[in-house]
């Protein structure tokens, strides 16, 4: 099994045609239904410790957002890294949104090819994430 976290659907796609045929391929998915802007700085607080990591910061990079990897690099105060974070780089590693938002970037992770998604809620205004799990189960 091929076990992603925290890329985007391109990433993704990319990761899961390098495994042999019928290996499974899970991607851990934060996802956020309408979150609040609790929600969104949970979100930017998880993202910002990964920033600098390596592996992580590569994919980030990737994904376009270079110039935050160097400052997790350089030494940049993780609070000042967390306020740097954008929406755009929430919404590109990441389920947010509305329903029909959430269900849409959740079946362009299986459209690219990864097998199994797990849902890794955002808890922040929405206790135990209960209701972007109750929306996405309604998506099945």
Known sequence: RL??????????EVQAGLVPDGMPVTAWVVAALEPSPEGLDQM????????????????FE????GQLVQ?????DA??????????ELLEAV?????RDDVARRLGDY?????????????????PAGSRTLRAVAGMA
């Open 62 to 65: 990737q994904a376009g957002f």
């Open 78 to 87: 993780h609070s000042a890294l967390v306020e740097s974070v954008p929406n």
């Open 44 to 59: 930017r607080r998880q993202v910002a410790m990964y920033l600098g990591a390596p592996g992580y910061g590569e994919m």
């Open 71 to 75: 400052r997790a690099r350089s030494g």
């Open 3 to 12: 076990v992603l976290n925290l890329v985007t659907v391109a990433q993704a």
């Open 110 to 126: 299986r459209g690219a090819g990864v097998t199994q998604v797990a849902v890794v809620p955002v808890t922040a205004g929405d």
């Open 94 to 98: 990441a389920a947010v949104g509305s």
